[in-house]
């Protein structure tokens, strides 16, 4: 039984790293959906606001969960949509942003309360915390990084390429493409 003990222990310790290169694959997949993909971002978090507030009326209808914790679980929803006005851009000292941190906060308190007091299951309490507690928030934590690569006057009809082109600078532009193309060889240096 030594044995099998030592291959227990071998196999836990590679189940958590498998477990969190998994979860860290995911999270940086979703990060890069979520800057390629901005605006239906947007809605899904729209519509996960939606269902989050339906969840906690029900909670509240169906399952006798107190008014207190139900009333600033929406509170707290309704200041998230607010922070969509801008999305993705994020003003950490506004408000709106400052306000849903301490509603947060102040949510997982009486969610703590509530069910220490009362007896529930461990996936009832996971359930709770995930579905009415994090799941919004974790998904504006994803998109924090999708303003890093949005151009405020980024225009599509602004085509670098086509308008290198098209310079009134006849006489260069040869010149400057090889200067161009120098300067993009140089900074890849899997090019070289």
């Known amino acids: 039984m030594i044995f099998m003990v030592l291959v227990i222990a071998i196999a836990a310790v590679l189940q958590i790293a498998l477990i969190s290169v998994f979860i860290g694959a995911g999270v940086y997949y979703l990060a890069e959906f979520v800057e390629e993909h901005t605006a239906l971002t947007k809605k899904v978090i729209k519509w996960t606001i939606h269902v989050v507030i339906i969840c906690h009326i029900g909670l509240y209808l169906f399952d006798n969960i107190p008014l207190s914790l139900i009333a600033l679980g929406v509170l707290s929803h309704?200041?998230?949509?607010?922070?969509?006005?801008d999305f993705p851009n994020f003003n950490l000292t506004s408000l709106s942003f400052i306000s849903s941190i301490i509603l947060l906060l102040g949510n997982h308190v009486l969610a703590f309360?509530?069910?220490?007091?009362?007896?529930t299951t461990l996936s009832e309490v996971f359930s709770y915390f995930t579905v009415c507690l994090w799941m919004v928030p974790f998904m504006f934590i994803l998109s924090l990084s999708a303003n890093d690569n949005t151009l405020p006057t980024t225009?599509?009809?602004?085509n670098v390429v086509s308008h290198y082109f098209t310079n009134r600078k006849r006489s260069y532009k040869i010149k400057n493409l090889f200067t161009y193309l120098g300067d993009v060889t140089s900074k890849n240096n899997h090019l070289k």
Do not use: E, M, P, S
Not at 78 to 85: C, G, P, S
């Open 78 to 85: 309704l200041i998230y949509y607010f922070l969509l006005t």
């Open 113 to 119: 309360k509530y069910f220490r007091q009362r007896y």
């Open 155 to 158: 225009n599509v009809d602004d």
